[in-house]
């Protein structure tokens, strides 16, 4: 898809352009128009385009979320026909103009962040990752696709405790649209281009949300795993059932990779507690984490005693019997102690206690 693109703007010659609707814009297009720019070559600096107007939309380069076409051959991504249907590889979510572009450049993107070929296992791991991640959501939102079935929902009679709709990424674009009462120019282009302007700042602002995550997965999280997967391996020197996994030199990303090494050994759910120090410096203070239920979950496995939580150091050793205690969340997920013994003594004691 990349090469026939690139070959297509050889043979046009001229500027680049991009097309995407004009008027109220959403997350989906302005991270579209993003990655184009930013991580496509064949797109960089690509001028935009917003408009409805078909004749204008023909001539350029690339069209995202309007056109009522989804042609890669043709560079047009399109998801708003009512024949569309296509979601990512191994996901349920339809997708919006930013999971079309991420499907289609996406493994190009996370290469060239990798200075690997497209082909690299790293890449194929990276790519389905942020897509879950970051992407999946602004298919979600702009498809009108909730996280959770309706449904279901009400059958089980829960009501949501509190609004956490303006957390959203497609709340922190859409809040940068104008707003009903804001003047506007007399002269249309003077008016379009103010509202093309408040389109930049939205896919710029999105855009650094991506490239966070993007630096994250690349840089962090993927050199994470041969850390992890080594403590994995390591659990029963500390539990003989392998409840506990250690890292010696310091804490990394671990929960997606502890998740998937639990699968791929057959033993999900197994490990309860993960000890790590705070810091590399020698005589750090360790501490003792419960692995959540899910990634995102606050529920904890299996969490640290009940009589230890909101306590602190004297009154902790006492009420634990264990020395060198820091202390224990009230809520019970995470603890820490002046020592890794000490830290190691605090799991395996929660191991065997009532919670």
């Known amino acids: 898809m990349a ?4 070959k297509r703007l050889k043979t046009d010659g001229g500027g680049v352009t991009i097309g995407t609707h004009n008027g109220h814009f959403h997350a989906d297009e302005a991270l579209a128009v993003y990655m184009l ?18 004749a204008l939309l023909q001539d ?9 076409e989804y042609d890669a051959e043709r560079n047009r991504f399109d998801h708003h026909q009512r024949s569309f249907a296509t979601t990512f590889p191994g996901r ?37 990752k942020i897509y879950e991640s970051f992407v999946e959501a602004l298919d979600a939102h702009d498809n009108g696709i909730n996280a959770y079935d309706p449904a279901a929902i009400s059958t089980a009679g829960i009501e949501k405790r509190f609004s956490d709709g303006g957390f959203t990424l497609g709340a922190m674009v859409g809040r940068l649209n104008p707003n009903w009462n804001d003047p506007v120019p007399a002269d249309p282009d003077a008016a379009q281009a103010a509202e093309d302007a408040r389109f930049e700042l939205a896919s710029s602002r999105i855009g650094e949300e991506f490239d966070r995550d993007l630096d994250y997965y690349a840089r962090a999280w993927m050199p994470a795993r041969s850390v992890v997967a080594e403590a994995f391996a390591a659990r029963r020197e500390y539990d003989p059932e392998g409840r506990i996994m250690v890292f010696k030199g310091q804490s990394v990303p671990w929960k997606d990779h502890m998740y998937n090494l639990e699968d791929e050994s057959g ?9 790590y120090p705070e810091g590399s410096q020698p005589g750090a203070k360790w501490r003792v984490q419960t692995v959540p239920v899910s990634k995102d979950s606050f529920q904890s496995r299996k969490s640290l005693p009940e009589q230890w939580r909101g306590f602190r150091d004297e009154k902790l050793d006492e009420i ?36």
């Open 92 to 128: 349920p979510t339809k997708l919006s103009s930013a999971g079309l572009v991420y499907m289609h450049f996406g493994r190009q993107i996370v290469a060239r962040r990798l200075s690997v070929a497209e082909e690299s296992d790293e890449v194929a791991l990276i790519w389905g």
């Open 3 to 6: 090469e026939s693109a690139a």
């Open 320 to 355: 634990s019997g264990i020395p060198g205690c820091v202390f224990v969340h009230a809520a019970g997920f995470i603890g820490g102690n002046k020592t890794f013994d000490g830290a190691l003594a605090m799991a395996k004691q929660s191991l065997v206690a009532e919670v």
């Open 37 to 54: 720019r930013q991580h496509v070559p064949a797109y960089a600096n690509a001028r935009l385009v917003r408009t409805r107007d078909p």
């Open 267 to 275: 033993e999900a759910g197994r490990v309860l507690f993960v000890l």
């Open 60 to 68: 350029c380069h690339i069209v995202v979320d309007v056109g009522g």
